[in-house]
């Protein structure tokens, strides 16, 4: 997924590693791309922050019981999140 709004990201590799931030989360990532992402957030006051919101939604979402959610639902839910973090970083 890449994302047209290049204002978005506070350097080129935010932008790079931004994509790999789901991966990361859903625990599908390589230990390369896994110790490029953790450099990277060490470094980025920016992509840190929303690294851990991001962490932290996940497990409150997955403390809660609840119904599988349609894909066009899913979908939705990721555009809106990822529209916010972009706006807390000021984008």
């Known amino acids: 997924m890449k994302h047209k709004d290049k204002e978005t ?15 990361y989360l859903d625990g ?5 791309a896994r110790q490029e992402l953790m450099a990277h957030v060490t470094s980025c ?8 919101k991001m962490e932290r939604l996940i497990v409150c979402c997955r ?3 609840g119904q599988p959610i ?10 809106t999140l ?4 972009r706006s807390d970083r000021g984008g």
Request: aromatic share 8%; proline share 7%; net charge negative.
């Open 9 to 23: 990201y506070s350097c080129p590799e935010c932008e790079e590693l931004f994509v790999l931030v789901n991966e």
């Open 82 to 85: 990822l529209k916010e973090l």
């Open 70 to 79: 349609p894909e066009t639902t899913h979908r939705q839910l990721w555009e």
């Open 45 to 52: 006051a920016d992509c840190a922050r929303m690294l851990w």
């Open 28 to 32: 599908e990532v390589t230990v390369e």
């Open 63 to 65: 403390t809660e019981p």
